[in-house]
């Protein structure tokens, strides 16, 4: 699961850094930025996720071992 999750996150900071490369920073309100802009934010908001799960599995463990 610990590769799931690690792949996962390696997949969505491939996702931001292509959708920084479709950005226009003359016009970031218009077009195929504001694409980019959300797909930025949801690939940022899905690296957060991932590392929450991940953490809440190593206190999970932690627990269990008890």
Excluded: H, P
């Amino acid at each position: 699961m610990k590769t799931f999750i690690y792949i996962l996150i390696v997949l969505a900071l491939g996702l931001t850094i292509f959708n920084v490369t479709q950005l226009d920073f003359s016009n970031l309100l218009e077009g195929n930025s504001v694409v980019a802009l959300i797909g930025i934010i949801a690939s940022l908001c899905a690296i957060c996720i991932l590392l929450i799960f991940k953490s809440a599995q190593s206190i999970d463990e932690k627990t269990r071992n008890r």
